[in-house]
């Protein structure tokens, strides 16, 4: 396997990490100041559920997803692939997951390269011909090699508790409001409503910039695990046809994992504008590229 490190990826790891800590620091102090509590309180509560993200973030995503952890008794194929690619990839054997969905998609979760899981639903394993799908599963294990699941799940907690302010805020404000709470009872729930919603935009924004990018670099990881750029590319065109059939109860159900599917759920006009991942034309269009770069050696 010819793997090349990507600085470019690390970059941008490391950029989104040291915004997300300033943010994580900001959003804990003006929380603390308007609504109360104490920064050891909610620090402790931040820290836990931080530690519970972090260790445990592989099976909080599967059960988000209803997916199951399967043994090789029950899919071999699946697991003879897997167990095959990670070992081009130079790579322990993940979890091996499945989804019971018509929904052809997969994703890797977890926080680093001996805590990962791969999960691929029952749609895509129907959908696509061995060769695609060892390329996609190529693709998800790229994902653990380059170690960008982390920066995802903790981008993505950051993103859900500050909604979590936003959605459940004024329901909280008014007991505190009626109780004279500091900095101004309600007034101080307010701002700490439009911090969390400020929080909330750009900690998605950096989850949409970083996975744009790490989904090109996914793709080259796995034509470079598989050395058959040509498959992942008819393996996307194929996931993505098939997602106009699926029907939308479905597709609303597991849009929230978007940033973790290989071809994110659409939703019209301003679901491609905010899409986490790049068009699906421009990575066919560099896994072309790279099939020509192979065969021109």
């Given at each position: 396997?010819?793997?090349?490190?990507?600085?470019?990826?690390?970059?941008?790891m490391?950029?989104?990490?040291?915004?997300?800590?300033?943010?994580y620091?900001?959003?804990?102090?003006?929380?603390?100041?308007?609504?109360?509590?104490?920064?050891?309180?909610?620090?402790?509560?931040?820290?836990?559920?931080?530690?519970?993200?972090?260790?445990?973030?592989?099976?909080?995503?599967?059960?988000?997803m209803?997916?199951?952890?399967?043994?090789?008794?029950?899919?071999?194929?699946?697991?003879?692939?897997?167990?095959?690619?990670?070992?081009?990839?130079?790579?322990?054997?993940?979890?091996?997951?499945?989804?019971?969905?018509?929904?052809?998609?997969?994703?890797?979760?977890?926080?680093?390269?001996?805590?990962?899981?791969?999960?691929?639903?029952?749609?895509?394993?129907?959908t696509?011909?061995?060769?695609?799908?060892?390329?996609?599963?190529?693709?998800?294990?790229?994902?653990?090699?380059?170690?960008?699941?982390?920066?995802?799940?903790?981008?993505?907690?950051?993103?859900?508790?500050?909604?979590?302010?936003?959605?459940?805020?004024?329901?909280?404000?008014?007991?505190?409001?009626?109780?004279?709470?500091?900095?101004?009872?309600?007034?101080?729930?307010?701002?700490?409503?439009?911090?969390?919603l400020?929080?909330?935009?750009?900690?998605?924004?950096?989850?949409?910039?970083?996975?744009?990018?790490?989904?090109?670099?996914?793709?080259?990881?796995?034509?470079?695990?598989?050395?058959?750029?040509?498959?992942?590319?008819?393996?996307?065109?194929?996931?993505?046809?098939?997602?106009?059939?699926?029907?939308?109860?479905?597709?609303?159900?597991?849009?929230?994992?978007n940033?973790f599917?290989?071809?994110?759920?659409?939703?019209?006009?301003?679901?491609?504008?905010?899409?986490?991942?790049?068009?699906?034309?421009?990575?066919?269009?560099?896994?072309?590229?790279?099939?020509?770069?192979?065969?021109?050696?």
């Amino acid at each position: 396997m010819n793997w090349q490190a990507d600085w470019g990826l690390r970059l941008r790891m490391f950029v989104t990490m040291f915004l997300l800590f300033a943010l994580y620091i900001v959003f804990a102090a003006v929380i603390t100041t308007y609504v109360g509590g104490g920064l050891l309180v909610f620090g402790l509560l931040f820290g836990g559920f931080s530690l519970v993200q972090y260790y445990f973030s592989d099976t909080l995503t599967l059960r988000s997803m209803g997916a199951k952890t399967v043994s090789a008794d029950e899919y071999p194929q699946l697991h003879a692939s897997i167990e095959r690619l990670s070992q081009q990839a130079d790579l322990p054997k993940p979890k091996v997951a499945v989804v019971d969905s018509n929904t052809p998609n997969a994703f890797a979760t977890g926080r680093n390269q001996k805590n990962a899981a791969v999960c691929v639903t029952t749609g895509i394993m129907n959908t696509l011909e061995q060769d695609e799908l060892d390329g996609v599963l190529a693709h998800e294990l790229a994902h653990v090699k380059n170690r960008d699941m982390m920066v995802m799940t903790i981008a993505s907690f950051l993103s859900t508790i500050a909604f979590m302010m936003v959605r459940w805020g004024a329901f909280f404000g008014g007991g505190h409001s009626r109780g004279g709470g500091r900095q101004g009872g309600g007034g101080g729930i307010v701002v700490a409503i439009l911090v969390s919603l400020v929080v909330w935009i750009i900690s998605y924004l950096l989850i949409r910039a970083l996975s744009r990018y790490r989904e090109y670099a996914a793709d080259r990881g796995a034509a470079a695990i598989t050395g058959n750029p040509s498959a992942l590319a008819s393996a996307l065109l194929k996931i993505s046809g098939e997602m106009d059939k699926v029907p939308k109860d479905d597709l609303r159900e597991e849009a929230e994992m978007n940033a973790f599917f290989i071809i994110p759920i659409k939703s019209g006009v301003v679901g491609r504008l905010f899409s986490t991942h790049p068009p699906t034309e421009k990575r066919v269009e560099q896994l072309r590229d790279l099939e020509r770069e192979m065969q021109s050696f």
